[in-house]
């Protein structure tokens, strides 16, 4: 019952802004039914070295019932002199969730056996996201030599215990580049059925006018593309894809980049409620959710705008909690943050 209680309290506050939702939709928004008010991002405190800044975590992922926070140098010094992912058991999520007198969570170590990638793979610049089916990992990296920005993805496979991941060094390949643009790759990856796709991080119609998910098999063999939508700022994670092909990505816009990204007009801008925070603050932080079709990835078909804190906050790991929500985390920007995201309803 008091589970219950608490889920109906944070999903009622999810509509944050009721006066500013009452107001009539603007003819200019694009989607059909924009979802009103923005979203109240409920922080779940951390300890231990996974909730140090430095630790960068750059991604989220679904291991059976074990949330993974990946890193994006998992041989960082503080992680006691080998590689590591960290973990959290779902069901301490959840009442970390549900009730407010819990304690912070403290992520697992989880060990991570690689090759050594920063031989393997010229300028390497640590690890950008994590995709998980059954025992298999699919992981992105990010690499800067002469001053070009590179992606690349590799596979690996947990053990039975879940407690370590060993990544092929065989199963390496280079993923390229869409647009050469400073500090800007292969930032999400997602898997849909028998494919894995990785997506580009900046997608606006300036800057990428015809963006592509590139797509590779399970092996991580190349298996072309399919055309992705535009969509301005940045896409910093994706979640797996849904029965349905339904998935969700994190649209972030950071101001300082304004002269790196050269934003076209927002269509989405338009479905934002005049009294929002998105109104009143430059940074954009938000979820749209996309759809995998035979002709490709959809136009956006859903928003979710993120209720802002002054300082923005650069989101860089997603992935859906069941029906309740979402789990979203940042990099070092302002801090590390874990914080549940209530599901509209």
């Known amino acids: ?53 430095d630790a960068e975590i750059s991604g989220l992922a679904w291991h059976d019932e074990t949330l993974i926070l990946l ?91 879940g407690k370590t991941l060993t990544l092929d060094p065989d199963s390496l390949i280079l993923i390229g580049q869409q647009e050469t643009l400073p500090g800007m790759s292969w930032e999400s990856l997602l898997v849909d059925g028998t494919r894995v796709g990785a997506i580009f991080e900046a997608n606006g119609k300036n800057v990428t006018p015809e963006p592509q998910m590139r797509l590779f098999d399970l092996n991580c063999n190349d298996n072309g593309f399919m055309s992705f939508p535009n969509l301005e700022y940045r896409v910093t994670d994706a979640s797996d894809t ?30 934002v409620s005049p009294n929002a925070t998105h109104s009143r603050l430059p940074q954009v932080e938000r979820l749209v959710k996309l759809r995998v079709t035979a002709d490709g990835t959809s136009a956006p078909e859903q928003t979710i705008n993120l209720q802002l804190a002054t300082e923005p906050r650069n989101w860089e790991g997603l992935v859906k909690l069941d029906d309740m929500g979402f789990l979203l985390a940042t990099d070092k920007f302002p801090e590390t943050i874990l914080a549940f995201v209530p599901a509209p309803h």
Request: charged share 20%.
């Open 71 to 161: 890193p994006q140098y998992p041989d960082w010094d503080n992680f006691q002199g080998y590689s590591r992912l960290f973990g959290l058991a779902k069901g301490d999520v959840v009442n970390a969730i549900v009730s407010p007198s819990h304690g912070p969570l403290t992520p697992f170590p989880i060990q991570l056996v690689t090759p050594n990638l920063r031989t393997l793979i010229p300028g390497f610049e640590g690890f950008e996201a994590i995709s998980v089916r059954e025992d298999n990992a699919w992981l992105a990296i990010e690499s800067k030599r002469a001053g070009e920005r590179q992606g690349y993805l590799i596979k690996g496979e947990f053990s039975a215990d």
């Open 242 to 271: 849904d029965a349905d092909g339904n998935f969700w990505v994190i649209n972030y816009f950071w101001p300082g980049e304004k002269w790196l990204l050269n934003p076209a007009p927002d269509p989405l801008a338009e479905c």
């Open 1 to 53: 019952m008091k589970r219950t209680f608490m889920l109906a309290v944070l999903v009622g506050a999810f509509l944050c802004l009721g006066a500013a939702c009452s107001q009539q939709e603007p003819q200019t928004c694009p989607i059909p039914s924009p979802v009103e008010g923005e979203a109240v991002v409920v922080r779940l405190a951390l300890k231990g070295p996974a909730s140090e800044t």
